[in-house]
């Protein structure tokens, strides 16, 4: 079963500030989703990666297959990007249909 | 846009009571989840399923069933419910069986049983 780490836990920036986020795992996976839970609940799937980089807007999400570790990046960060922050994997050997695996989320509060 | 619609936002029921928590995607996604939150331990997979009338157990699958009748509806069912299943249920779907198809999620039901 994959072990999924993310780090840190809790965040807390001033607008403006250049943030990451981190995620590593523990075994070969063929995809990493980046999703956004907001308070209330519902969950957005941000990035879906399998390598290299993708952006959209101001988030950036980076994939190291080798180091098995992914990177979420908030430039210009605003207190809207205040939420929780997840990584999940679907690892290369198990799991029918999409079974994820998910990390305990990192908590981000952007003051104003 | 991809909908998934859970039925309620939060519920309320007592121990030993038969609870039932609807989902409804409207994309005609073939895949679609249920999995519970609880602070400190993330999101786990509770059962999914990839067709009609086809399940499969997540990771803590006990004390709960699950049911799909119809492609766009996925059923979760806590047969006798317990303190213990208090918590963040969230529904998801996805297209077809590819590793790159991103989940869509519901709202999220928050139960309490008391």
């Known amino acids: 079963k994959n072990e999924v780490e993310q780090s840190p836990q809790n965040l807390t920036a001033q607008e403006g500030e250049f943030i990451t986020i981190n995620c590593s795992y523990s075994?070969?996976?063929?995809?990493l989703h980046w999703l956004q839970q907001h308070p209330g609940g519902g969950i957005v799937s941000l990035f879906m990666?399998?390598?290299g980089k993708k952006k959209h807007g101001r988030l950036i999400a980076t994939i190291n297959i080798q180091e098995k570790h992914s990177s979420l990046h908030i430039t210009a960060s605003h207190p809207r990007d205040s939420a929780v922050y997840i990584c999940?994997?679907?690892?290369?050997?198990?799991?029918?249909?999409?079974?994820?695996?998910f990390g305990k989320g990192t908590h981000l509060i952007i003051q104003p | 846009d991809v909908k998934v619609t859970q039925s309620s936002r939060y519920l309320v029921k007592r121990t030993g009571e038969k609870v039932f928590l609807e989902c409804v995607q409207d994309m005609d996604h073939e895949n679609m989840f249920w999995y519970r939150q609880d602070p400190g331990l993330g999101l786990r997979l509770i059962y999914f399923?990839?067709?009609?009338?086809?399940?499969e157990k997540g990771d803590i699958p006990e004390g709960y069933s699950v049911s799909r009748e119809k492609k766009e509806r996925f059923s979760l069912i806590l047969e006798s419910a317990s303190t213990n299943q208090t918590s963040m249920y969230l529904c998801?779907?996805?297209?077809?069986?590819?590793?790159?198809?991103?989940?869509?999620f519901g709202d999220g039901t928050r139960l309490s049983i008391l």
């Open positions: 998801a779907s996805s297209s077809g069986q590819g590793a790159l198809q991103p989940q869509h």
């Open positions: 399923s990839y067709d009609v009338k086809m399940k």
């Open positions: 990666l399998s390598s």
């Open positions: 999940a994997v679907r690892s290369l050997a198990g799991g029918g249909a999409d079974g994820l695996t």
């Open positions: 075994v070969g996976i063929s995809a």
